[in-house]
């Protein structure tokens, strides 16, 4: 599983980089490269994370579709749980001041 996610990485982040820069030309928000180049930076630490956690449950002999255990568990939420939080502060430190 691990390797199957870092494989896809290759795919993934570059089309995401490409939909941002696309997004850009037509939101102001995302307009910035500064924004952009963050937010393609979390989704590579984002996407560590998580095939660090699917190696983790590789290694532990855990199945795919049925993890065991509320460490893992408990991982992939404190994951997802920063990864969005990340996103959040990344978003509203790019919009700009009210007048």
């Known amino acids: 599983m691990p390797h199957f996610l870092g494989m896809h ?3 993934l982040l570059p089309i995401a980089a490409i939909l941002l ?5 037509r ?3 995302f307009a910035d ?3 952009r180049f ?11 994370a998580i095939v660090g956690l699917a190696t983790w449950q590789a ?3 855990q199945s795919v579709v049925r993890p ?6 408990t991982g992939l939420g404190a994951a997802v749980a920063a990864i969005l939080l990340a996103v ?12």
């Open 21 to 25: 820069e696309l997004l850009g030309r």
């Open 9 to 11: 990485a290759l795919q």
């Open 88 to 99: 959040a502060l990344v978003l509203r430190a790019a919009r700009p001041a009210r007048a």
């Open 59 to 61: 290694l532990a002999g």
């Open 27 to 29: 939101v102001p928000l």
């Open 68 to 73: 065991e255990g509320v460490i893992l568990l």
């Open 33 to 35: 490269g500064r924004l």
């Open 38 to 48: 963050s937010l393609i930076a979390l989704a590579t630490a984002s996407y560590a």
